[in-house]
């Protein structure tokens, strides 16, 4: 006997496929760190693809926004999953085709890009191969964040937010709340958070005045699916502007991505990067200061995520994100030492976390 979300999906896939087409089965797929929920929903008929994805939202709609990026004067009037998903499907990025929108519903039905990731698909590979890979999914990057920019349209809302001084020292501040005092405020001495305060705040200036590009905003291994041979981009609704770094460094510096992108390989991809940037015409003014923005990128995501990831487990319940802190903490630390101006913050971090020390 079928439930009655079942109900619903079975007929919005005939509403969208064809009368012949049948759900079979759904099978809840893993979620992230979302509200979003994810199902497999296998399917019969003629014209019918084997399977398709069905994405649901607790409480039946969709986000507008995640918390920090609520910075529209009024609702928007369209989710920015389908806002997203227009503007990239004109500009040739690779994303899952949409099969069917209910946000009323809460309710969206699209392709099944299968459960290869790229993270997935270069566990054991030789370094060579592993490289290739991450080229491919640079080369989608910047067909993102170059081709996206030179394609502004103000209809789509990531050309309306972007990473700005407020936006930055809110994910900092989330750091020392969640990540240093864990959810117990005031715990820092005084000195300790005038410090990171201090950094932080010139990190953020530093990285607000930086050209924006548009970036996906959580573009690294987990949601770039293989699909014939290619990638495909997933959970791009955040999208925003940003410095070009931005996405990048999430690329390359993400959960564990260091056990497959050693120091070697990440100057190997930087340098490709580099490359095709100016294949497609865009010059920067200094390889050191773009290198000091991606280091910077970086050590600002990395913090972000372990306020972030420490806040999941407290907060929401989902303890199993704690088990990229020791590598994330470690690339802290090996960044930090490749930015001697940040290297005071060493003893305050090393009172908290033991992979500083």
């Known amino acids: 006997m079928q439930t009655a979300f079942e ?53 039946g709609s969709l986000p507008l926004s995640s918390e920090e990026l609520a910075v529209f004067s009024e609702p928007l009037k369209e989710l920015p999953f389908l806002n997203l998903h227009r503007f ?11 099969y069917g929108q209910w946000p009323d519903q809460g309710l969206l039905l699209l392709e099944d890009l299968g459960d290869c990731s790229l993270w997935d698909s270069v566990q054991g590979l030789a370094p060579a191969e592993t490289v290739r890979w991450y080229e491919k999914a640079i080369d989608q990057l910047l067909l993102l964040q170059i081709n996206g920019t030179r394609a502004r349209d103000e209809s789509c809302i990531a050309f309306k937010q972007r990473f700005d001084f407020r936006l930055y020292m809110w994910e900092f501040e989330h750091f020392i709340e969640y990540g240093m005092e864990r959810g117990k405020k005031g715990t820092l001495k005084k000195k300790e958070r005038e410090l990171l305060t201090e950094s932080f705040v010139s990190i953020s200036r530093q990285l607000e005045q930086q050209p924006p590009y548009l970036n996906h905003r959580d573009y ?27 996405d990048l460094a999430s690329l390359l510096n993400d959960r564990d991505t260091d056990s497959v992108i050693r120091p070697e390989q990440e100057t190997q991809l930087l340098d490709y990067y580099l490359r095709r940037m100016e294949d497609m015409g865009e010059k920067i003014s200094s390889r050191d200061e773009f290198i000091e923005n991606y280091l910077l990128s970086t050590l600002q995501r990395d913090l972000k995520v372990v306020g972030r990831f420490q806040y999941l487990d407290l907060v929401k319940g989902k303890p199993r994100y704690k088990q990229y802190l020791p590598i994330t903490l470690k690339r802290v630390k090996r960044n930090l030492m490749r930015l001697p101006r940040l290297e005071k913050l060493m003893p305050v971090l090393a009172s908290k976390f033991m992979e500083m020390r």
């Open 7 to 59: 109900t619903l999906v079975a007929d919005k896939v005939q509403e969208t496929l064809g009368n012949h087409a049948r759900l079979e089965r759904l099978e809840p797929l893993s979620g992230d760190a979302s509200s979003r929920s994810y199902y497999r929903a296998f399917l019969t008929g003629p014209g019918a693809p084997p399977s398709a994805v069905v994405m649901e939202l607790a409480g």
């Open 88 to 98: 990239l499907t004109k500009l040739g990025v690779r994303i899952p085709a949409l």
């Open 220 to 246: 690294h291994s987990w949601n770039l699916m293989v699909h014939e041979g290619e990638l495909a981009m997933i959970d791009f609704q955040d999208a925003l502007l940003a410095p070009i770094q931005y």
